[in-house]
């Protein structure tokens, strides 16, 4: 499991979220967050500005 710190906007609005995901996967201009084989997110690649991996603390 990865920690990602993702800033990503629709143009109008800015948000920055964290999530954990086993995956990314990359796709026709998509990127999709995978847990295991559930979809947790998905974003147009191009609406995203900034995708940090993070340490998990424990």
Do not use: C
């Not at 990865?2 to 990503?8: G, L, Q, V």
């Not at 629709?10 to 995978?34: C, H, P, W």
């Amino acid at each position: 499991m990865t920690r990602y710190r993702i800033e990503y906007s629709d143009g109008e609005n800015s948000t920055i979220q964290t999530l954990d995901a086993d995956q990314i996967v990359r796709e026709d201009g998509l990127l999709t967050f995978f847990k295991g084989d559930e979809a947790v997110m998905r974003l147009q690649e191009s609406h995203v500005h900034n995708l940090d991996e993070l340490p998990i603390e424990g």
